[in-house]
T-cell receptor
C-alpha cells in the first residue's frame, strides 16, 4: 500500500535555528499538506499546497514557515527561526483530490517529532 | 470560527462490547467527515468516512452515522478487540477548502 514518508522521525534543534522537515507524498497525489500536533492536543492544519503554490494556510503558518516542492517527489516544511512553542509532531499528508472533495481522505505520514530546546 | 467538538476524551470498554464516539461540527457547509485512528508513534490512519448526502455507512465492525440537522456525527465500533485501542479523531471538511478541522481525539482502551 502506498505510503507518505517523513524524515527525520525525530529532530532536536536549538531555539532560533532553522529546521527543514521532509516528506515524500504518494506519487500520484496532487495535494499536499502539513499539520502539527502539540503533545496531547488535536491535530491542527498548517498549510495546503497544490500546483506549486500554497492553496490555503492557517493563522499558525506565519512568516517563520515556508513550504516547497523542490523536485518531483519531495515536499518540505521550513521553520526559519524555531521557538520553544514550535515543539510538536509535524505530519505531512497527501491526497488525490482536495479537502472536502476527497474521495479517499488524506494519507498521513508517521510524523516528525520536533523538539526545540 | 470552524470547530469540531469530540466526546468523550477517554473511553474504556470490555473486549466484545461496543464503543461510540460522538462529534459535533459548527460549519453547516461541511460535507465530508472522515474518522482517523492514531496508534502510538504513528500518523493518523483513515478508517471510515461519510459524505453529507448519506446518513450512515458501515464497514465490517465500524459504522458512522451523520445527522446533518443537528450537525452531529458518530463512530460506532462493535465487538471491540484489544487492537482497537488507539486515539480516534473525527474531522470535518468543506468543498472548496483544503483543510480538515479535527476534533480533540478520544483515547479508546479495550480491556481484555
Amino acid at each position: 500500500e502506498p505510503e507518505v514518508t517523513q524524515t527525520p522521525s525525530h529532530q532536536v534543534t536549538q531555539m532560533g535555528q532553522e529546521v527543514i522537515l521532509r516528506c515524500v507524498p504518494i506519487s500520484n497525489h496532487l495535494y499536499f499538506y502539513w499539520y502539527r500536533q502539540i503533545l496531547g492536543q488535536k491535530v491542527e492544519f498548517l498549510v495546503s499546497f497544490y500546483n506549486n503554490e500554497i492553496s490555503e494556510k492557517s493563522e499558525i503558518f506565519d512568516d517563520q514557515f515556508s513550504v516547497e516542492r523542490p523536485d518531483g517527489s519531495n515536499f518540505t516544511l521550513k521553520i526559519r527561526s524555531t521557538k520553544l512553542e514550535d515543539s510538536a509532531m509535524y505530519f505531512c499528508a497527501s491526497s488525490e483530490t482536495a479537502g472536502g472533495a476527497s474521495n479517499y481522505g488524506y494519507t498521513f505520514g508517521s510524523g516528525t517529532r520536533l523538539t526545540v530546546v | 470560527g470552524e470547530n469540531v467538538e469530540q466526546h468523550p476524551s477517554t473511553l474504556s470498554v470490555q473486549e466484545g462490547d461496543s464503543a461510540v464516539i460522538k462529534c459535533t461540527y459548527s460549519d453547516s457547509a461541511s460535507n465530508y467527515f472522515p474518522w482517523y485512528k492514531q496508534e502510538l508513534g504513528k500518523g493518523p490512519q483513515l478508517i471510515i468516512d461519510i459524505r453529507s448526502n448519506v446518513g450512515e455507512k458501515k464497514d465490517q465492525r465500524i459504522a458512522v452515522t451523520l445527522n446533518k440537522t443537528a450537525k452531529h456525527f458518530s463512530l460506532h465500533i462493535t465487538e471491540t478487540q484489544p487492537e482497537d485501542s488507539a486515539v480516534y479523531f473525527c474531522a470535518a471538511a468543506t468543498s472548496g477548502t483544503y483543510k480538515y478541522i479535527f476534533g480533540t481525539g478520544t483515547r479508546l482502551k479495550v480491556l481484555a
